[in-house]
Structures are given as structure tokens and as C-alpha cells.
DNA sequence: CATTTATCAGAACAGATTGTTCGGAAACAG
DNA sequence: CTGTTTCCGAACAATCTGTTCTGATAAATG
């Protein structure tokens, strides 16, 4: 059950799984689209994808396990180009807006409104680990990692995922390039004198200029 | 049924109305922090309630109508004290953070991992609201609201809840003073300067424009 | 081509959840 | 005390879930 790929473990699966698996995945999808996540049922699955309802529990577990075998298309596009221009901080952001587009129902289906928050939850995992890991990079050598770090993080990161969010339920009307340039406006600045200068002496939360 | 408060519009309502819909409201939060919100069926609120199957639905409609119910008790935290020193952007964060802290349970059950999805984005759409007038309160007079203000609107609101969220699942250990810190440390900085300043011209590495 | 094997469909199933309806008991208000 | 409102308990149809059968069918193998 679940996610077994077979026995030889590499790429040859049964046609005839392969056929159902994903019949099974893009059902999920559309049926995301028009009712939302929480909305759709296994019935409802299995009825698109014109899959039996045996098929279906040989496959997945559960409706989340459908959703899940989707994310994984999702997040290999996330995991690419760390791009990486030395002095650049967050060099992920306009590729990931860029992919993004390229893959956009998907993204609205996972990401979006009427998607579920287990992905969205994950996808803040993944995307944390990449910010944290250029934090750390962009630190000037012989720093110490300020305590706070968790806390910048957890913002940028925040700021990423609402635009990505809002963008994908069609809120926001932007190109990549232009939620790149504002993400890393509002964040840039603030983070790079963190990095650099002192950390967060709490310049008494008064004027703050 | 739904939410009528009775003839008088008063808090004058029916004791009993007001038992039921407290014992339900009570049970829910209860329920949501041990089993997360989509586990909880009306059958476990009434149970925990101790309140009849026609009593719940004689009050709500649905579970997310309970949900929503306990959300304006939060609501009603968060629009509080706009503070507004004039000059100091984004007052609301650091009282938002503090009272997030003496109604910690209550955050939790709502805003976090456990919570449901569309209270989330209820919270979202308020402090989107507070934020927005901010921009436009401390925009220099003359200036024309940029038109990323909603770009920088979205990047504020999801650094917040994203903080607010963590801290609520316990994944994140700080004073409320430490996020508030942080929070405006990370974007002040960059906001003031799109504010005053040029709006984005890329500087350097984006030639966005 | 024939055989063996694994996957599939269809139906039927128990269990759980939802939202509604009924009659009688209890709490409330004047 | 009397009439009104709310509550409870039970029972209900409808839906969804996850499992289990049996027989059909497609694929891989020799």
C-alpha cells in the first residue's frame, strides 16, 4: 500500500499502475479546482479518474496520500537552481516565482486557498530549510549565529509563502520578476544589517528609522 | 439558528442559550488542541459538551460556525490599541504579540498547526487591513501609493502570522518583545526605504523596471 | 501463441458522521 | 402559577469511508 514502487525499486512500474496513479493524481486536481480540498471525497476521486474504488485503496491510503504523491511533483521543481550568486541573499525567490507561473495550477491546487494545510505546512518545512541555509551562508565569516535567526527566518520565509498564496488564488496580479523585486525590497535591507551589523539590540522598539 | 442573539439584541440572552453555546465553544477548543481541528466531528463538541445532538444544531450550523464563533472573541483582542505613535511603523505588532501571549491557549487552537484553515485566513484578511492603512497613514503627503503596496502589504501580514503561528505550535521560544524586535527589525527597514525613497527600482541585482 | 501473474472493476459490507425530526421534560419569564 | 422557550434523548435517512469478495482483463514470460 501506500508509495511502494514495486519490487525492482526503479522506474518500471506496471503500466497499468502508472495509469492509475496518475489518473488518480490529476482527478485530485481538477476536483481541488472546482470544490476545494476539504470538499472532495474519495468517491468523487475515483468517479473522475474512472478507477475502481478496489484501485484506488491498492494505491493510496488516503486522499491525502494522493495529495501528498502530488507534492512531490511540486517539490523537485522547488529543489532546483540554488542559483547562488556569492553576495545575493535569497537568490530562490525569483526562480521560485518564475517555476511557479510555469506550473501555476498546480501551485493554486496545493498552495492555494482551496488547497489543504498539510501541503501548505510542508512546503514552509521546505522552504525554511533553504532560507535557513543561506542565512547561515550569508553570515560574515567569524560571526556567531545570532539567536534570533529562527525568528528572521520564520519572516522571510512567512513573506514568501503569502505572496506565493495570495498570488496563486489571483488576489495578487504580478509577474515573477515584480513579486521578486518586492519581496526582496521589504526584506533585504532589514536582514543584510542584521547579518552585518549589530543583531537585534531592541533600539527600544521606538522610533525605529 | 446560526447566530441570532435573541429579540432584544442585548446580552440579555436565555441562560441556557448561553451555557450551550459556551460548553460548545469550550469543547471545541479543547477538542482542536488534542486531535487538530479536521479530526473533531459534532459528535465529539457535543459529547465533550455535554449538550444535546438538536441543542448544537438548534445554535450552529456547522462546526466551522463554533470555530468562528470563538474567533471574534480573538478579533475583538486584535483590534485594540492602534497605539499610532506617529512615526513608528507597524505599532500594532508588539501589543498584537503580547496579547497573543495571555490568550496563548485560545491562539493556538486557532492560528495554529492544528487549527483550521479558513480562521487563518480570516486572521489574515484583519491584519491585512491594519497593516494597509499604515502604508497609507505613513506615506509621505504628496507621495502616490506605490503599486506594490499590496506586494509589501502581503509580505508584513504573512512575516506576522508566519511568527504568530510558529510561536502558537511552540516551534518557536521567544518574548513577545523578542518577536516584535525581530519582526520590525526584518522589514522596517526595507519598507520605510520604498516608502521615502524610490519604490523599487531594482538596486542592483533585479534591473526590475 | 499459451500460461502464469498481477492488476483491475463491480458490488456489497459494516462503521462512522452528518443533519433532521419527534415527543416529553425541564428551565425560564411574567 | 401559567405559558413559552429551550433542552434532551432517541431514532432516522443520507452520505462517506475503508474492507472484502469474485470474476474479468491486461501484462509479462517462455
Redesign the pocket.
Known amino acids: 500500500m501506500s508509495d511502494n514502487v514495486?519490487k525492482g525499486g526503479r522506474g518500471d512500474v506496471?503500466?497499468?499502475?502508472r495509469?492509475?496513479r496518475l489518473a488518480a493524481r490529476e482527478a485530485l486536481i481538477e476536483l481541488i479546482l472546482e470544490k476545494g480540498y476539504e470538499a472532495v471525497?474519495?468517491?468523487?476521486i475515483i468517479d473522475r479518474a474512472?478507477?475502481?474504488?478496489?484501485?484506488f485503496?491498492?494505491?493510496f491510503?488516503?486522499?491525502q496520500a494522493v495529495l501528498f504523491s502530488n507534492l512531490e511533483e511540486l517539490s523537485d521543481m522547488l529543489r532546483l537552481s540554488p542559483g547562488s550568486r556569492p553576495g545575493t541573499l535569497f537568490s530562490f525567490s525569483l526562480p521560485l516565482f518564475e517555476h511557479a507561473q510555469e506550473h501555476r495550477r498546480l501551485v493554486r491546487a496545493l498552495l492555494g486557498r482551496r488547497g489543504g494545510p498539510t501541503v501548505l505546512a510542508r512546503g514552509e518545512r521546505l522552504l525554511a530549510a533553504i532560507v535557513r541555509d543561506e542565512l547561515l551562508a550569508a553570515l560574515p565569516p567569524g560571526r556567531v549565529p545570532p539567536a534570533s535567526l529562527d525568528l528572521v527566518a520564520t519572516c522571510v520565509v512567512g513573506a514568501v509563502m503569502a505572496l506565493l498564496r495570495k498570488w496563486a488564488d489571483g488576489e495578487l496580479t504580478a509577474t515573477p520578476a515584480e513579486m521578486d523585486a518586492a519581496f526582496r525590497a521589504v526584506v533585504t535591507p532589514g536582514v543584510s544589517a542584521m547579518l552585518n551589523g549589530g543583531l537585534l539590540r531592541g533600539d527600544e522598539h521606538g522610533e525605529v528609522l
Not at 14 to 17: C, G, K, L, N, T
Open positions: 514495486g506496471d503500466r497499468r499502475v495509469r492509475s471525497t474519495v468517491t468523487d474512472d478507477i475502481g474504488r478496489t484501485t485503496y491498492a494505491h491510503t488516503d486522499k
